[in-house]
T-cell receptor, first 113, second 113 residues
Framework: KAGVTQTPRYLIKTRGQQVTLSCSPI?????VSWYQQTPGQGLQFLFE???????NKGNFPGRFSGRQFSNSRSEMNVSTLELGDSALYLC????????????FGPGTRLTVT | SQELEQSPQSLIVQEGKNLTINCTSS?????LYWYKQKYGEGLIFLMM?????EEKSHEKITAKLDEKKQQSSLHITASQPSHAGIYLC?????????????FGKGTLLTVNP
């Protein structure tokens, strides 16, 4: 079974631009969560989607948004990029039965210049 | 305040030595997840613990959750260079239904041959 995939793996953007990251969950997994990882703050929860609906949201500004499609694939978007948005963005997928193991993708490394 | 404390922050051991990493929560742990991360890459799922007193092992790695469900330990027996990496504990503090994990800052493990 293929793991969680994320595209692109690396991205360089300029301040003020916007960016869209993509995540394909493990087949059969319907919950997708997004996390931001930085050296200073560590891993922080952004939001979680299930059945095309955002069920949970972390403490991030409205510039961070996401969506989920009917095939469970998910995208996150960051608008008006700031230097502080430079981070490794990780998505994780899991089954909807609780408790459930979360499996992470390889991440997208975003650099904002 | 930090809800999940990991100790030590870093650890250097000689190959063949045993080691333990601890993870302490200020809240009840409904689920405790251990992951391993190579720098800049995704998280590799190791184990999930749910019940007080639960213990799981995989190859040379054993994880335990205490009876009060507020502390977990990860023990590696006869460490090898392949064990090197960042170990992260992630906690479900909200009842196992919303797939939002809070992570510790991680423990950087170096294994010298």
């Amino acid at each position: 079974k293929a793991g969680v995939t994320q595209t692109p793996r690396y991205l360089i953007k300029t301040r003020g631009q916007q960016v869209t990251l993509s995540c394909s969950p493990i087949s059969g997994h319907r919950s997708v969560s997004w996390y931001q990882q930085t050296p200073g703050q560590g891993l922080q929860f952004l939001f979680e989607y299930f059945s095309e609906t955002q069920r949970n949201k972390g403490n991030f500004p409205g510039r961070f948004s996401g969506r989920q499609f009917s095939n469970s694939r998910s995208e996150m978007n960051v608008s008006t990029l700031e230097l502080g948005d430079s981070a490794l963005y990780l998505c994780a997928s899991s089954l909807v039965t609780s408790p459930s193991e979360q499996y992470f993708g390889p991440g997208t490394r975003l650099t904002v210049t | 305040s930090q809800e999940l404390e990991q100790s030590p922050q870093s650890l250097i051991v000689q190959e063949g030595k045993n080691l333990t990493i601890n993870c302490t929560s200020s809240k009840t742990l409904y689920g405790l997840y251990w992951y391993k991360q190579k720098y800049g890459e995704g998280l590799i799922f190791l184990m999930m613990l749910q019940k007080g007193g639960e213990e799981k092992s995989h190859e040379k790695i054993t994880a335990k959750l205490d009876e009060k469900k507020q502390q977990s330990s990860l023990h590696i027996t006869a460490s090898q260079p392949s064990h090197a990496g960042i170990y992260l504990c992630g906690a479900d503090n909200s009842g196992g239904s919303n797939y939002k994990l809070t992570f510790g800052k991680g423990t950087l493990l170096t294994v010298n041959p």
